[in-house]
């Protein structure tokens, strides 16, 4: 199999490209192709000819895309877009990269794929447009929405993640304010990466929800991986609205995996050993660098 990888330098993307690293792989990036670019995605998807295309490039800044609407709508939802176009064209299967940020949040219990999203921030709202316009195109593109993503190469647009955040500021010796109001599935890129490989090989279609296993606030979040690291933080719990970021976020935006669990596969691994696995591995990183 011949595997497009687009937005392969991205924390998800990598992984990715490892958990395809038996098939052939052409990883691509804003440099090789601007997604927003329909012309150029036509002419880059006939020149590769893959056997599948994944994206996983978006415009990943949430707070940036309250002010920057137009790229963001080119990325998020124009770029899925003109990939389903030439993906249809050529008869190449597509799997899209989605978010939790679809949800408004408002739930109060795990989202799973048969309910209904209406997003609360332009990221959501762009990555929502993304999903449609590819299933309109392709009905059977598979839409793979993930949340809270942590990974070893730090996010393209964002230079961290959480994890690599708490640890950085935790450092520092003092307070931290951190949200205690909003819900996600923290989930390790590197199980996300590995259930992605298992669907394309099961070829499934259709939304699809993948996280690691449970929910907590950004609060617990932290004190989970302060915890694993052996640092002592003091925490400030904030509400989101107390911290005052320019987008909304969801409240409980936390996943259930219904479909993975259709397809019969088993549940990923709890959120918490995945931040102690993630930790171990940079660990062992830094040993092997140092
Ligand atoms: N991060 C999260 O917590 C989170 C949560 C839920 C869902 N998601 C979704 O998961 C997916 C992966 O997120 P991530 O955190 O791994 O992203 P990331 O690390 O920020 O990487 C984004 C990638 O997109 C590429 N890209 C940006 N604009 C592009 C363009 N116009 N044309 C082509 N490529 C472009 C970047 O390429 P360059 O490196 O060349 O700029 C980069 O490789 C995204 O769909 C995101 O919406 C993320």
């Known amino acids: 199999m011949h595997v497009m990888v687009v937005g392969a330098r991205g924390q998800l993307g990598r992984d990715i490209v490892e958990a395809f690293g038996d098939c052939k792989v052409t990883p691509y ?3 090789d192709m601007n997604i927003g670019d329909e012309a150029k995605v036509q002419q880059q998807i006939a020149f590769i000819g893959p056997d599948l295309v994944i994206n996983c490039a978006a415009f990943t800044r949430v707070d940036e895309c309250e002010r920057e609407h137009l790229r963001a709508f080119q ?3 124009l770029g899925p877009l003109h990939l389903a176009l030439a993906c249809k064209r050529w008869r190449i299967p597509l799997m899209h990269i989605s978010t939790n940020y679809v949800f408004d949040g408002g739930k109060g219990a795990p989202y799973h794929e048969g309910d209904s ?4 921030n332009a990221y959501g709202v762009t990555k929502r447009a993304g999903e449609e316009y590819a299933l309109y195109t ?3 593109a598979a839409i793979v929405r993930v949340s809270g993503l942590f990974g070893l190469t730090p996010s393209r647009m964002k230079g961290t993640n959480f994890v690599e955040a708490m640890l950085r500021l935790g450092g520092k010796g003092s307070p931290l304010r951190i949200v205690c109001d909003e819900v996600i599935s923290p989930t390790f890129t590197q199980d996300a990466a590995a259930r992605i490989r298992q669907l394309a090989d099961f070829n499934a ?3 699809i929800h993948l996280a690691n296993q449970g929910a907590c606030s950004w609060m617990d979040f932290a004190r989970c991986i302060f915890d ?7 925490i400030e719990p904030v509400t989101a609205e107390q911290y005052g970021a320019p987008a909304r976020r969801p409240k409980d935006s ?4 219904r479909r993975i669990a259709e397809l019969g596969l088993p549940a990923m691994r709890p959120w918490r050993e995945a931040v102690e696995d993630y930790l171990a591995q940079r660990a062992r990183r830094e040993s092997e660098t140092s």
Do not use: Q, W, Y
């Open 205 to 207: 279609t259709g939304l």
């Open 254 to 257: 936390s996943f259930e995996c």
């Open 75 to 77: 990325i998020n939802a």
């Open 228 to 234: 694993a690291a052996g640092m002592s933080v003091e």
């Open 117 to 120: 999203a209406r997003p609360i």
């Open 29 to 31: 990036d804003s440099e």
């Open 138 to 140: 392709l009905p059977n």
